[in-house]
């Protein structure tokens, strides 16, 4: 697909183009699902700032980019990758390049767990690998991730075998290139945790070079029975970056899944999380830091879908605004008729550090059965003076009590990243941005 | 060490200090006493630099130095400390992390050498068993879920590590038991020195039956309305602040 992606019957175009030229190893059933795709992108056309899921973060800019598809990675030199790696050692790893697996930046081979890039399984017309591709997501659920569906290039296609209890995490690091400039990426996972399976998770997105690229992406997480993931995922892309990135959950029985997301880059970052519980005794826990700065968009979707009794979910996000930065939390919490006993508390709390900064922040539960504990609470706030006094007082000045406050305040949730060596990188990251900020207060 | 001359001060357009006049020697620790209302805790912030005060007259000088030109930051470079009546909490900041901080941006400021994190753990345990504040508490969030006892206690701690030149204790008896008192007490006598000055805010005398004062002060409208010995403070624990009013009144 070399089509620009200004409208959508370019999109299309492009789209159709782009299976047309697949080779025939691209199984028949996944053709399929690609021309389903490219219907539902049809009857959905791209997201329009009219519809009220996209009100607040206009997709205008983004189409009109231009960006092209490409299926070409950028050279990177192997000390550039290593030196964005974890610290510790890992179960196994996976390094994308603009979009695109590179074998031998990565390490995969785990004991009990079948790890394969989606490009080499689609060439293998693999089909008990890629079986539940699209069994979350379904053809999408707006025209962006139809659109990742009908185009899909690579990712990681990951299956923790029944019983395993990974010691180590599995790194997912994304890396764009120079290269990546003025490209559409489209990576697409799919991780699968058998039962009883137990696995922590690092998805990172990261920029070597400060390029305009589009990074649409999506992402399917299957937890079977007693499975129990930590998804650490953290976006770091460029600040002239457009990330969209779409998080399709499907929690079985007994099955705990932990996400803990940061968005700090990006001039446009939208995260769709989207869960869905299968049956009862499922855990759902969600937290989440976004920082945004003059120019800078971050966008968090949730929706939590409670469709069995007896389930559990939280969601704790925090932003960090300065600057004319600006956000949006839209956190939907559907507790179905027949959903008893279920457990459901969202919080959103965000700290403006600017009189232009701007949050649009929207708690939504709807509670159609009787017998449940809901909760949900939204704040936005300044620093306090009383506790910006109280560091003065002790002779630190009113750059470092801001830094201090503004770290206090997202400690709670760098606390969640278990991983030690993404926490302080994480943490170091965030210090500076808000140094930055300082600077940039008058 | 300390010198007001003549401070008056509005809030919100209200005159609140009226015009006080104290003189505070290296080693000394004045009692500023007085019924609610009367200016004390006031008294305190300006000398720490709050906002929120409009000087209208007069001045204060530390050790020669016009405190009313700094900021809070710098004054508490030059050795000024307020331990507070209710001190702030400070949920994610970490205890050691704010101490080291604080004691860090001091130093600076007078020219010394930071603290590496050895050598201020050495520190701050140290300073921590003398006022008898729990390690544990160190790796908390400052303040967060504390008790009275435990706040007061860990200003009396970020006293110790600072050495200031002035220590202003607002209220610090507001809130404890008797056995709390006795060991913020305690953590205080230890931090007397002759190079420091200390004033000791408070309305009831029960905290001067520990911490004894040299000179005690009484505040009323705005003024200091009576100097005295630490006599000056028993007397009123046993005939109330009516009476001195009635006098001045009169």
């Keep these: 697909m070399n089509g620009r992606t200004t409208n959508i019957s370019e999109a299309l175009m492009g789209a159709q183009g782009y299976i047309n030229s697949l080779p025939a190893g691209d199984g028949l059933w996944l053709a399929e699902q690609r021309r389903a795709a490219i219907d539902r992108l ?28 490409s299926d070409e990675a950028g050279e990177v030199a192997g000390d550039e990758v290593r030196a964005h790696l974890l610290k510790e050692p890992v179960a196994a790893r996976l390094v994308f390049v603009d979009g695109l697996f590179q074998a031998a930046l990565s390490e995969i081979n785990a004991q009990g767990v079948s790890i394969s890039s989606l490009r080499g399984a689609m060439a293998k017309a693999d089909k008990t690998a890629l079986e539940a591709l699209g069994s979350l997501s379904g053809a999408g659920r707006h025209g962006f991730a139809a659109l990742n569906l ?19 995490p599995i790194e997912l690091l994304h890396l764009a290139s120079r290269n990546a400039a003025g490209r559409s990426l489209r990576p697409r996972h799919l991780i699968i945790l058998e039962t009883d399976a137990e696995a922590s998770l690092v998805e990172r997105y990261l920029a070597l070079d400060e390029t305009s690229y589009f990074n649409n992406l999506v992402c399917e997480i299957v937890l079977q029975e007693g499975a129990s993931l930590l998804h650490q995922r953290v976006q770091q892309e460029s600040r002239q970056a457009y990330h969209l ?51 800078q968009l971050a966008d968090y979707h949730l929706d939590i879908d409670h469709a069995v009794p007896g389930c559990e979910s939280r969601e704790n996000f925090k932003g960090i605004l300065s600057g004319r930065g600006r956000a949006v939390f839209d956190g939907r919490i559907l507790v179905r008729q027949q959903a008893q006993k279920s457990n459901a508390h969202l919080s959103n709390a965000n700290l403006m550090l600017s009189r232009q900064a701007e949050i649009d922040t929207k708690p939504q539960l709807e509670i159609l059965a009787d017998d449940v504990q809901c909760s949900h609470g939204t704040t936005v706030g300044q620093l306090d003076p009383q506790a910006l006094f109280y560091l003065r007082s002790r002779g630190l000045n009113e750059d470092q ?42 | 060490m300390l010198s007001i001359k003549n401070l ?19 080693g000394e620790v004045h009692a500023i006493m007085g019924p609610n209302g009367s200016g004390k805790s006031t008294l305190a912030h300006i000398l720490s630099g709050r906002d929120g005060y409009e000087i ?50 001091v ?32 790796k908390r969030s400052v303040n967060a879920g504390f008790s009275g006892g435990e706040k007061k206690r860990n200003e009396i701690l970020q006293m110790a590590v600072l050495e200031p030149t002035l ?34 805010v408070t309305h009831y005398q029960r905290l001067l039956d520990y911490i004894q004062p040299d000179h005690v002060h009484v505040l009323a409208g705005g003024r200091i309305i009576r100097s005295g010995g630490k006599e000056l403070a028993l007397e009123l624990e046993e005939r109330g602040y009516g009476w001195l009013l009635e006098e001045v009144a009169a």
């Design chain 1, 42 to 69: 049809f009857d959905l056309g791209l997201p329009q700032s009219r519809q009220e899921a996209w009100r607040y973060s206009d997709v205008q800019g983004l189409l009109e980019q231009g960006f092209v598809t």
């Design chain 1, 150 to 168: 009908a185009t899909m290039q690579d990712g990681a296609v990951i299956r923790v075998e029944a019983g395993n209890k990974l010691g180590q």
């Design chain 1, 245 to 295: 990135s779409d998080l399709y959950l499907g929690l079985a029985a007994d099955s705990h899944y932990r996400g803990v997301n940061a968005s700090l880059g990006g001039i446009w970052s939208r995260t769709n999380i989207n869960n869905h519980f299968k049956a009862s005794g499922a855990v759902c826990e969600l937290d989440g830091l976004y920082l945004v700065d003059d120019e």
């Design chain 1, 401 to 442: 009590a801001r830094r201090l406050l503004c770290m206090g305040f997202a400690q709670e949730i760098l606390d969640r990243f278990e991983t030690e060596s993404l926490r302080e990188t994480l943490s170091e990251s965030i210090h500076a941005r808000i140094e930055a900020s300082n600077s940039n207060m008058i």
């Design chain 2, 8 to 26: 008056k001060a509005n809030v919100e357009g209200k005159e609140i200090l009226k015009g006080i006049d104290l003189e505070v020697k290296a």
């Design chain 2, 56 to 105: 209208t007259d007069g001045s204060i000088q530390l050790q020669g130095e016009d405190l009313l030109e700094l900021a809070t930051e710098e004054r508490a470079h030059k050795g000024v400390f307020l331990a507070m009546q209710y001190p702030v909490e400070l949920p994610g900041v970490n205890n050691m992390t704010f101490l080291r901080e604080s004691l860090n941006a």
């Design chain 2, 107 to 138: 130093r600076k400021a007078r020219g010394q050498e930071e603290l590496d994190a050895v050598s201020f753990m050495k520190l701050v345990r140290e300073k921590a068993r003398q006022v008898q504040l729990d390690e544990k508490l160190l």
């Design chain 2, 167 to 200: 220590a202003i204790l607002d209220e610090t008896d507001s809130g404890l038991d008797i056995d709390a008192l006795r060991t913020v007490a305690d953590g205080v006598n230890m931090l007397r020195s002759p190079d420091r000055a200390m004033l000791v």
